[in-house]
Antibody, heavy 117, light 107 residues
């Protein structure tokens, strides 16, 4: 069964770049789509963007100007970069797997990120 | 983008009873609708996809219905482990969006 694990700094300063990596184990990264989703404390879920093997990406229009998602197939990892962060970007960030036209069937445990000076 | 509205925000039900949660889409999403369960400190877990198909390992007491804009999730006989927050999510077109959730609490 595939396992996803997020990693990265838990504290980011305002105006800097939030960087997270999702490591995928027990499964190939080339066969599925991979997404980032976030959840502010006590609030709902927001889809951030996705990447597919080969570099095809799609981003939430509300964040499109600030985000980049990339993939390293040699390490079975994909990454999120969110620049110019503010306190509003404080959230738990999840990575998740899906097939196009389907639901998110596997999730990482989540990485809490706080934006504060 | 499509707005997903869940009701009620909080539902109080006794163990062993039935719970029905609702989700409405602002535009038709066919059967491209999923339900997730989230417990405190945990990631969401996929329960239902295709509006009515249970994900792997999900007990038969969970059932989903609906298509277009109106959907329901029913838990037929609540167990202690079912008290959690439930989210619906459409995957009909980008951006995929989630509802704000229904908190199912013990009465």
């Amino acid at each position: 069964q595939v396992q996803l694990q997020e990693s990265g700094p838990g504290l980011v300063k305002p105006s800097e770049t939030l960087s997270l990596t999702c490591s995928v184990s027990s499964g190939s990264i080339s066969s599925y789509y991979w997404s980032w989703i976030r959840q502010p404390q006590g609030k709902g879920l927001e889809w951030i963007g996705y990447i597919f093997y080969g570099g095809n990406t799609n981003y939430n229009p509300s964040l499109k100007s600030r985000i980049s998602i990339s993939m390293d197939t040699s390490k079975n990892q994909f990454s999120l970069a969110l620049n110019s962060v503010t306190a509003a970007d404080t959230a738990v960030y999840y990575c998740a797997r899906f097939l196009l036209g389907d639901a998110f069937d596997s999730w990482g445990q989540g990485a809490p990120v706080t934006v504060s000076s | 983008e499509i707005v997903m509205t869940q009701s009620p925000a909080t539902l109080s039900v006794s163990p062993g009873e039935r719970a029905t949660l609702s989700c409405r889409a602002s535009q038709g999403v066919s059967s491209h609708l999923a339900w997730y369960q989230q417990k405190p400190g945990q990631a969401p877990r996929l329960l239902i996809y295709g509006a009515s198909t249970r994900a792997n390992g999900i007990p038969a007491r969970f059932s989903g219905r609906g298509s277009g804009t109106e959907f329901t999730l029913t838990i037929s006989s609540l167990q202690s482990e079912d008290f959690a927050v439930y989210y619906c999510q459409h995957y009909d077109r980008w951006p995929y969006t989630f509802g704000l959730g229904t908190k199912l609490e013990i009465k």
